[in-house]
């Protein structure tokens, strides 16, 4: 009964490249956080999908940031043309129903991918 | 501007002592989340409460909410060596699904 699935877990790049981490969230859940964690610092929303579509993208930087949460497969966060300002820890949560509704409001994390950016 | 912001920033004590971590926030909530997070590693969920309960408790852990005062506290009771890491507070507001949290206290529980 696996957690939340994160992959890969270290990520470097060059500067201008693509950047894709990989969320799988725990079977049967169908909502989907993403987050960002700078060093010594809390973690930053960033956008809330629920299967294929996108709830809330307010935390998300305007360009070269997209998520999605496609029927199948895992969710998605790709960075285009990432610059050194986007090294950071990213993390996915996942719940079986909007952490601000019902009884199951818990937020169940992954172990996060470490993007470094050289 | 942080939502929710923890006091202390970081705490040293000894195995067998209490910790007490304070959290403040800003705006009527929803409800409020504890979570720990070790070194290097993901967030775990210790507790919720929600925001028209005053206290509740799991296991050595005890979180008490004051919506009068925006605050909230978390105390483990005789602490452990295990339990030396960073500890979060996060708000959920209204319909807002999204978790905001504070930047987080670096417990330290020495031997």
């Known amino acids: 009964n696996a957690g939340v699935m994160q992959n890969p877990r270290h990520l470097v790049r060059r500067r201008g490249q693509e950047a894709r981490l990989r969320c799988s969230p725990v079977?049967?859940?169908?909502?989907v956080y993403w987050y960002r964690q700078l060093p010594e610092e809390g973690l930053k929303f960033m956008v809330y999908l629920q299967k294929e579509n996108i709830i809330d993208e307010s935390g998300m930087p305007k360009e070269r940031f997209s998520a999605e949460f496609p029927k199948e497969g895992p969710s998605i966060l790709r960075i285009q043309q990432v610059v050194r300002g986007d090294s950071a820890a990213y993390f996915c949560?996942?719940?079986?129903?909007?952490?601000?509704?019902?009884?199951?409001?818990?937020?169940?994390f992954g172990q996060g991918t470490r993007l470094t950016v050289v | 501007s942080q939502q929710g912001e923890e006091d202390p920033q970081a705490l040293s004590i000894q195995e067998g002592e209490n910790a007490t971590m304070n959290c403040s926030y800003k705006t009527s909530i929803n409800n409020l989340q504890w979570y720990r997070q070790n070194s290097g590693r993901g967030l775990v969920h210790l507790i919720l409460i929600r925001s028209n309960e005053r206290e509740k408790h799991s296991g050595r852990l005890r979180v008490t909410l004051d919506t009068s005062k925006k605050s909230s506290s978390l105390l483990i009771t005789a602490s452990r060596a295990a339990d030396t890491a960073s500890y979060f507070c996060?708000?959920?507001?209204?319909?807002?699904?999204?978790?905001?949290f504070g930047k987080g206290i670096t417990l330290s529980v020495r031997p």
């Open positions: 079977k049967g859940h169908s909502h």
């Open positions: 996060a708000t959920v507001i209204g319909g807002r699904s999204k978790l905001t």
């Open positions: 949560a996942s719940s079986p129903s909007p952490t601000s509704q019902g009884r199951n409001t818990e937020a169940f």
